[in-house]
């Protein structure tokens, strides 16, 4: 059987490192927003880091980097996701001056990488805001984090110009308007927090990553850096016009950052939304030119789709990330994740119809609660069926987009490794091909296994997908 994906085809996995690197007060690496944040999105903030908090020492990435990047070769990544936590490099954020450190700790690991012909592919700020910006100018509200920003991406960039090719922004841009503190470092409450000033602090973003494209490019004119969207396809309820014009006004809030980073202007449909909410966004001098840096690609995490209704009864939080409907057609995951592979061929369809720009899916995963046994070889393992039925069936789906014409780049399961969930911040909730050996009680000896999906991973990139189960039509 032939397969659709392309010869080069970007086979890999992602991580953040907030969620695995551990080690979060050494060499030099000053606190961030994580740091605080215990019990991930839902908790409450501390005021100090506290011993419950998985995500201070991780999965010790920090120190055991060497072994895992063996394991991603072992299973033939061709690219590596992971992000810079930006308080290693400046540990407050505002300083003139970086963290040698912090820098040495990258160039170790993007050397590690490519001593095995592992791309790196790096998110500049991946949900780890200084915690400095944080409480001294509440994050992106405060116009200067733009030049924090582009001094951070601009010794970055400098720095790994031959080492790194493939770079992302912002993770997931738009949940800053679901979660601002870890989306954005606000440190103003999500109930306290006027749109005007949300806005504005999504305005500063878009300005600071069309910036960092600016730089990027100057710096190594063969970068690609591309923008990271949570996407959320959103299908109406019912026919019912009033459904359909709720699940277009939906997406409008996501597709808006896509819209701006792929065509560098304000759509028509969001300055509506601004006058009839009474936002004025301050626009400084220059911005609408910056604006017109566009991204290379884009990129974009998939999990589940919603449905939206013109209802509000039937709106629910139960069983979707964000808000919307249940759809009574799909099945959920433990943790309430509707469970839609089609949906990812649908909005990778959308997203290239709108911007005929490459796409990179960067995240997609099932999270659950692994059993470790004995494997036929005496080894412990994990035979999680459920994860590559997961898998195997987006993937399916990757491949009709690509045979619907869609220019797919590259592929990177969420969370190769297990890692520190970032909305429960526990490790229960699993996502890898390796199982690490710690738990949420802060036990385990922090052992790495391959699970039964390593092997499954490993055959499915050495095939180039031609591996991969297709299901009666």
């Given at each position: ?30 606190l ?41 070769a ?220 566009t ?34 057609y ?18 990778l ?9 490459p ?36 993937l ?41 050996d ?11 296994y ?6 499954w ?5 050495s ?5 991969l ?5």
């Amino acid at each position: 059987m032939s397969t659709p994906f392309p010869e080069g085809f970007l086979w890999g996995g992602a991580v953040a490192a907030n969620q695995l690197e551990g080690a979060y007060n050494e060499d030099g690496k000053g606190l961030s927003t994580q740091d605080v944040a215990p019990q991930g999105i839902k908790g409450p903030i501390t005021e100090v880091p506290t011993e419950d908090n998985m995500k201070l020492v991780g999965i010790d990435f920090y120190h055991r980097y060497k072994e895992d990047v063996k394991l991603f070769a072992e299973m033939g990544f061709k690219v590596f996701r992971t992000s810079i936590a930006w308080s290693r490099i400046f540990p407050n954020g505002d300083e003139l001056e970086p963290n040698e450190q912090g820098l040495q700790f990258y160039d170790d690991l993007f050397d590690e990488c490519h001593k095995y012909g592992i791309e790196p592919l790096v998110t500049l700020s991946h949900y780890e805001t200084p915690l400095h910006l944080s409480k001294q100018y509440d994050g992106w509200v405060n116009r200067k984090l733009v030049g924090f920003y582009e001094r951070y991406a601009r010794k970055v960039f400098t720095r790994y110009k031959d080492k790194v090719k493939y770079w992302l922004t912002f993770n997931e841009i738009n949940s800053i308007l679901h979660e601002p503190f870890m989306s954005g470092g606000i440190y103003t409450p999500k109930d306290k927090l006027s749109k005007q000033d949300l806005y504005q602090a999504i305005h500063h973003e878009l300005v600071a990553s069309a910036t960092a494209v600016k730089i990027g490019h100057e710096i190594n004119p063969q970068a690609q850096i591309g923008c990271m969207i949570l996407s959320m396809p959103t299908y109406p309820l019912t026919p019912n016009p009033d459904d359909v014009i709720a699940a277009m006004k939906s997406e409008h809030m996501n597709y808006f950052f896509g819209d701006v980073h792929a065509r560098g202007v304000y759509p028509g449909y969001m300055k509506r939304y601004f006058r009839e909410h009474g936002i004025d966004i301050h626009m400084e001098p220059g911005d609408a030119e910056i604006l017109k840096h566009t991204v290379d690609f884009i990129s974009f995490s998939y999990y589940v789709s919603i449905c939206e209704t013109g209802d509000s009864s039937k709106r629910t939080q139960e069983g979707n990330l964000i808000g919307g409907a249940p759809n009574p057609y799909l099945k959920a995951s433990e943790w309430g994740w509707q469970i839609d592979p089609q949906g990812l061929r649908y909005v990778l369809n959308m997203f290239y119809d709108r911007y005929q720009k490459p796409l990179f899916i960067v995240e997609n995963g099932l999270g659950a609660k692994d059993v470790l046994v004995t494997g036929e070889d005496g080894v412990p393992t994990v035979n999680d069926d459920y994860r590559i039925e997961y898998l195997n069936d987006h993937l399916v789906q990757v491949g009709e987009a690509i045979e619907d014409g869609v220019e797919v780049m590259g592929y990177t399961s969420w969370g190769c490794i297990d890692l520190v969930s970032a909305s429960t911040a526990e490790l229960s909730k699993r996502y890898g091909f390796i199982y690490v050996d710690r738990h949420d009680d802060n036990t385990g000896t922090l052992e790495r296994y391959r699970k039964k999906s390593f092997h499954w991973y490993k055959d499915v990139i050495s095939t180039n997908g031609q591996s991969l189960q297709r299901k009666g039509n």
